[in-house]
């Protein structure tokens, strides 16, 4: 009677499923990555979940698990589930990008860096710009705004109109002191990004705030004070005009 449990614990162990079983996960994967697009984060860890039950190997079903987790304000829980997938498959960019950019948003930009530069690596990854421009946050956080800059640049090499990077070249430029550079950067991203322009637009008004230009920051910062109303962003812009006398 021993050898039949032996012989199911070798099966197990080696991560040899059915054919079929695979296919159940993949469905439910499909289906957790669906209601996850549809902003049902309740509904994607449900199928997720089945899905990695399912299938444990597959590191798709653990990244997207790990997604929905971060949609749920489960962090632990996320962080569990990129780790999962990173062993199963650690060169992966699509899974690394999506854990570095959770340890920066986490305010862990020391660890994200080195998760993110192993995305670069993947040269069979279709999203580097993304890495890059990530890449550029987290260094921006870790007070390196000249890497920052550098890697900005690199990613709207790629894609000129990626605003977050726009956003952070700007950022960086504002760091080392370059403001010509850094208003022309929000400028640009004014123009291209109209809809994730807000805080090219703060940035601006500070500036120029800072420079005694109170009709130009006016001007800049009542695009932040009209559309955040009541909150901390629209409080820094409140701020920025005080500071210049306004």
């Not at 099966?11 to 957790?32: M, N, P, T, W, Y």
């Not at 902003?39 to 979940?49: H, I, M, S």
């Not at 080195?114 to 890059?132: C, F, G, H, K, T």
């Amino acid at each position: 009677m021993r050898f039949p449990l032996l012989c199911i614990a070798a099966v197990a162990l080696s991560g040899c499923i059915s054919e079929k079983r695979v296919a159940r996960a993949h469905a439910q994967a499909d289906l957790g990555v669906a209601y996850l697009k549809e902003k049902n984060p309740e509904g994607a860890v449900f199928a997720l979940r089945e899905a990695v039950k399912l299938d444990p190997r597959n590191w798709h079903a653990h990244n997207a698990l790990a997604m929905a987790y971060v949609a749920k304000g489960s962090p632990e829980l996320a962080e569990a589930q990129f780790k999962i997938g990173l062993r199963l498959n650690p060169g992966e960019g699509e899974l690394l990008l999506n854990y570095g950019a959770f340890l920066v948003k986490a305010g862990r930009s020391a660890d994200a860096v080195p998760i993110l530069e192993r995305a670069l690596a993947d040269l069979d990854y279709r999203n580097p710009s993304m890495v890059l421009s990530n890449l550029s946050r987290a260094h921006l956080d870790a007070k390196q705004p000249d890497r920052a800059l550098l890697r900005a640049d690199e990613a709207l090499r790629r894609v000129p109109k990626m605003c977050p990077a726009r956003f952070h070249r700007g950022l960086a430029n504002e760091a080392l002191g370059k403001t010509d550079a850094a208003l022309r950067d929000y400028a640009v991203l004014a123009e291209d990004c109209p809809s994730e322009a807000l805080g090219g637009w703060l940035r601006t008004g500070c500036i120029l705030a800072g420079l005694g230009d109170y009709s130009g920051a006016d001007a800049a910062l009542r695009h932040v004070t009209d559309a955040a109303l009541d909150t901390p962003m629209a409080d820094e812009a409140r701020s920025c005009l005080q500071s210049a006398g306004g």
